[in-house]
């Protein structure tokens, strides 16, 4: 089991940044893939990046070139760096880990929203 718990999220004008952080509270080394979803209201949770346990990262395409996900194997935290925020960005963020054994655990997540 893992507890997962987000933080960073706020109010931002549209071209701006935030950084969100996800405390894990196990090993990263244990865990398979952290990864960052997000939900705006009346849409799909949808997937954001994710990062393995090896350090590959992937990300959805509308974010390429804007957003960072890393790893703090020290702190047991995964971080998302958002950069050029839009609009369309506006969502709440969600943490997730997959254990090698396939469970998933979710954070609690933390509210991002962009203004024009």
């Known amino acids: 089991q893992v507890q997962l718990v987000e933080s960073g999220g706020g109010l931002v004008q549209a071209g701006g940044s935030l950084r969100l952080s996800c405390a894990a509270s196990r090993s990263l080394f244990s865990i398979n893939t952290m990864g960052w979803y997000r939900q705006a209201p009346g849409k799909q949770r949808e997937l954001v990046a994710t990062i393995g346990s090896g350090g590959s990262t992937n990300y959805r395409e509308s974010v390429k070139g804007r957003f960072t996900i890393s790893r703090d194997n020290a702190k047991n935290t995964v971080y998302l760096q958002m950069n050029s925020l839009k609009p369309e960005d506006t969502a709440v963020y969600y943490c997730?880990?997959?254990?090698?054994?396939?469970?998933?655990?979710w954070g609690q997540g933390t509210q991002v929203t962009v203004s024009s």
């Open positions: 997730k880990a997959r254990l090698y054994g396939f469970d998933t655990y």
